[in-house]
T-cell receptor, first 116, second 113 residues
Framework: NAGVTQTPKFQVLKTGQSMTLQCAQD?????MYWYRQDPGMGLRLIYY???????DKGEVPNGYNVSRLNKREFSLRLESAAPSQTSVYFC???????????????FGPGTRLLVL | GDSVTQMEGPVTLSEEAFLTINCTYT??????LFWYVQYPGEGLQLLLK?????DKGSNKGFEATYRKETTSFHLEKGSVQVSDSAVYFC????????????FGTGTRLTIIP
């Protein structure tokens, strides 16, 4: 049981290049999330997907697009990378539901992105 | 909107010292509260949680009690170990509407032997 996996682990881009960060979970979770982590700012939500076929903007969506490919996979795309997008990106997933026990989010190991 | 404020770091303690990392929240209604831990080079792991007032979450010797009257969820451990060195994040999740977590900025903890 791998949990949440992310690829790649590390990437260097030049300004203007594009790339897609991949995320997959094997826990049969309905909801998936993309966060970025910057020094002194904690984690900020970029986009999330409450269920297969739906996506919604989070706190900092500008410059990103997402695709919920199927229930397992949720990708994050940078169409034209900028130095301000240098960050560590985390994918997470959770079961969906209104019950208090369903709220735990499980995180992947992260992708460290450097944009020059 | 919702927000989480936690004690700024870094925090450096000697092994076997008592640890407190403060966390307060603002939210609509009564959110669920979480502490996540991030070890060097790894993603975030859930450490403990509490879903209603007066609940105490506990795990690996860490504890935190959901205090509605002070809107706090302080993390404590009676005797820290070198292996507890990590970054600790407090987070809240509103029980109204969406499932988004709101994170604090994180507190880096270093334990010296």
């Amino acid at each position: 049981n791998a949990g949440v996996t992310q690829t790649p682990k590390f990437q260097v881009l030049k300004t203007g290049q594009s790339m897609t960060l991949q995320c997959a979970q094997d826990m049969n979770h309905n909801s998936m999330y993309w966060y970025r982590q910057d020094p002194g700012m904690g984690l900020r939500l970029i986009y999330y997907s409450a269920s297969e076929g739906t996506t919604d903007k989070g706190e900092v969506p500008n410059g990103y697009n997402v695709s919920r490919l199927n229930k397992r996979e949720f990708s994050l795309r940078l169409e034209s990378a900028a130095p301000s997008q240098t960050s560590v990106y985390f994918c997470a997933s959770s079961r969906q539901g209104r019950g208090r026990g369903w709220q735990t989010q499980y995180f992947g190991p992260g992708t460290r992105l450097l944009v020059l | 909107g919702d927000s989480v404020t936690q004690m700024e770091g870094p925090v450096t303690l000697s092994e076997e010292a008592f640890l407190t990392i403060n966390c307060t929240y603002t939210a609509t209604g009564y959110p669920s509260l979480f502490w996540y831990v991030q070890y060097p080079g790894e993603g975030l792991q859930l450490l403990l949680k509490a879903t209603k007032a007066d609940d105490k979450g506990s795990n690996k010797g860490f504890e935190a009690t959901y205090r509605k009257e002070t809107t706090s969820f302080h993390l404590e451990k009676g005797s820290v170990q070198v292996s507890d060195s990590a970054v600790y994040f407090c987070a809240s999740r509103s029980n109204f509407g969406n499932e988004k977590l709101t994170f604090g900025t994180g507190t880096r903890l270093t334990i010296i032997p």
